[in-house]
């Protein structure tokens, strides 16, 4: 073994010294001063060497740092416009081949080599300058400056660019003066300048394509992503549009096709008041898909406006087209402010719904008959961009009564004390928003909200709004010190709510009192929903069936295999598994995978964008929706996508009556991706093959109320026309889930249909408690959902079609129920009533194989 690893210590022996202890020394002659002069000699030879050594490392050093070592340089770009005072503008300044152009882009040119020269931070590193373009007024010029700064000295450039206007300022100072003492003229003369430096998206991109466009009046230009409509865009590009329009006017670009990947970080357009791509002037940054009820129309502050596209490696998305147009500067849609003497009327935003121009600057001075007071409310309120908070609203902002308002919301109501009133609407540079609508009202000082209840925000409401229930005053202000009646429930709070929300497992109260006590059981049981049974928190998805109908173990975050029960999931291996509504949730959560099979459906292939006005849906929002027509007359009814060549309706719909026989399929015209009654165009008409009513629905209950519609031949899926997902048997929509309906039907009871889709959301009611409203006439296939307070519902015209749901994770919707009937239209306590898709996905299944 080796001992020094074997944990002994090491004790050397005699035998390894090195020299023999034998051995004697013979000692030196004056031996101190023989050791004294060689120790001097050889102490100085060293130091020389020790010296030469030194100062050859050190130039060696200074050498290599100033010929051979490679400093790393950073490209940086820099944009900017300045005014050219002393100059005017002459149409061939638009051409950049033009003579005029050459010249004056050269003189400019100069001019920022000589201002760069003469600060250090910046001429160290400059390269060169492009001028751009010109514009009007006097003379805007627009350049980028390069710069190839060494790393780590990137700030002290981006600090010397943050100052450029007074580099230029004092740059020209000392000119001036050097021209006036030497009697030269002054060349030429800059003012409003604005630098940034440039988003290095802009100028990595390997494609780059650059287009101008001058519009003109009555003329509409097309502006379009490179392979619209044929082909997806490709990637790795930028192109740019420069836009300009004639003096006293200004750019007006309309998108009426938007679809590009969602996140702005990949692809994106940005629209800039500017014809370079200044960061202080950038109007927005849009990516994602906007419908073309969107209103994605933005308007210039002066004749320029620059777009930009960028787009990364990834492809297929279709791409925008846009329009571009002129509109006079002062009237029209832009026209705003002014003097409003009604004793009512409305203003609003220039441009609204569509967005505002930057450097808005409005004011509407409100005069009321004296002795009367003011109301204002703002009904939309879109003034909000990115940096700005709602407190200080530094940027774009509502001036009234001293206050500035900005951000997002509706019905917020300010009130003056005097018969008059200012407003001020303002906007800077950059990112605009859509604006607003207002309505402005005189009255009574001492009589605010004549006969009505006026609310802690001064809205007015109706008198027997106050202590329903119901937040209609938007602070709640209605809601508080009620005197409860007998049919309400007395929450803690001081809030009323009506009995029959009591233990329906939402808490209406807003502090649990109508979900505590239900009589069933304690806090840390779980309550079997089907049977009220009590089982421990512990035994809910232990894998185990506890409830004895296995609803413990249906509901489940995770995804066991258990006992197939009614309220589980079954793959088609026919193996059950615990997760809530598993199927297109995007994990695998059957053993086969089937549970994320056939899941391309219930997508909308748009971006969640603000909608501005009314219920209408935006185009595509709801590519599932379809319109039944009697052939060659109006619509009927509604119906659902399933797949290429199914849908889903009601059987009341295809009901034959004496006069016509609807469950014929030659009765019907079906129309797919269609959005307005009174523009079929862009719709896919279809006629049918085959109609399948329910085998036991009952005209008299409406029992059943499920009829399956088969195409003549197959449509092709697109943007508008996709199909819904069908929910499994056990697919879950929860009590007070928030849900959509969709239709053409009429618009209150009684009424006419609407052109374009309306869309309303409400929330899945409590069976028992709708039953109880309903007078008992639920069955076990109906569900209810609406908004007990009344004015949200379907109506005569919406049946057949889809009551859609999002999925948990939020990505696509699901059909979960089939319009039926109801107790009138959006009546108070009178929800409408749905036929359960769950309770017929088998027959779905087994008539049409989805
Ligand atoms: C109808 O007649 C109808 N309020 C549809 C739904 C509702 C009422 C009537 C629900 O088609």
Redesign the pocket.
Known sequence: MDPMHSGMRYTPKATEHEWDPSLQFLPASDSKKLEKKKGLKAGAVIGLIVFFLVISLMTGLLVWHFHFRKVVKIKKMYTGSMRITNQVFVDSYENPNSTEFKTLAKQVSLELREIYSKTPQLSKYYIDSTIQAFSEGSVIAYYTSEFHVPSGHEDSVDRAMSSMDQIVHKSQERRRTAKLTSGKPVDLVFDDVVTAELDTRLFQTPKALRFYQHTRSNHIGILESPGFPNYPYPPNQMVQWQLRADRGYVIKLDFDTFNLEENCKNDFVRIYDSLVAIESRVMDEICGYYSPSDHLAYVSSGNVMLVTFVTNEARDYPGFRAHVSQIPATTGVMKCGGTLSASSGTFKSPNYPDYYPPFTSCVWSIQVPSGKYIKVTFEKFLVSEPGQDGTSCSKDYVKINGKKLCGEFSNVVETAEESYLTVVFSSDASYVDRGFTAKYEAFEPKDPCPKKFMCGNSNCIDQKLKCDGWNDCGDNSDESDCKCSSSQISCRNGMCKPKFWLCDGVNDCGDNTDEQNCGFCSKEQFTCPHNNKCISEKQKCDGRDDCGDGSDEAECARSNEVKCTQYTYQCKNKKCVSKLNPECDGTNDCTDGSDEENCDCGKQPYKTSRIVGGQDASQGEFPWQVSLHIRGSSHVCGASIISDRWLVTAAHCVQDDAKTRYSQPGTWDVYLGLHEQRDKSKAVKRGLKRIISHPSYNAYTFDCDIALMELDSPVTFTDAIRPICLPSPSYVFPVAKSVWITGW?ATREGGYGPNVLQKAEVRIINGTVCNDLMGGQLTSRMLCAGVLAGGV???????GGPLSSLSTEGRRMFLAGV????D???RRNKP??YTTVTKFRGWIKEMTQV
């Open positions: 039907g519902d379907a109506c005569q015209g919406d049946s319009v039926s009937w109801g009138g239209c959006a409408g009533i």
